[in-house]
Nanobody, 121 residues
Framework: QVQLVESGGGLVQPGGSLRLSCAAS????????MGWFRQRPGKQRELVAL???????NYADSVKGRFTISRDNTKNTVYLQMNSLKPEDTAVYYC???????????????WGQGTQVTVSS
């Protein structure tokens, strides 16, 4: 079994910062790309940022220069540092991981349960 557990969401004022964390645990053999997505009210889920196992990154245009994705491979954890937050960043944020499990080496995409980020004064 594999679990992804997010933390760090909450309420913040415009211009503020939050740091999200997502820890993967369970029968993990190897983790490839990890990412953050978000679903804003009334919208489809969208990519926020991705990071490869080698540290390469990709960002949505709307967050470039404000958000930073990073990972700690020793802890199977991905982070999202969010600065200069705007009301339009309000969403449920989900992490995912492209990984292989032990024994069968089956590769699949796993998702966390989501964490709410609200940017409001």
């Amino acid at each position: 079994q594999v679990q992804l557990v997010e933390s760090g969401g909450g309420l913040v004022q415009p211009g503020g910062s939050l740091r999200l964390s997502c820890a993967a645990s369970g029968s993990i053999f190897s983790i490839y790309a990890m990412g953050w997505f978000r679903q804003r009210p009334g919208k489809q889920r969208e990519l926020v940022a991705l990071i490869t196992s080698g540290g390469g990154t990709n960002y949505a245009d709307s967050v470039k220069g404000r958000f930073t994705i990073s990972r700690d491979n020793t802890k199977n954890t991905v982070y999202l540092q969010m600065n200069s937050l705007k009301p339009e960043d309000t969403a449920v944020y989900y992490c995912n991981a492209d990984l292989q499990v032990v024994v069968t080496h089956t590769r699949a995409l796993y998702w966390g349960q989501g964490t709410q980020v609200t940017v409001s004064s």
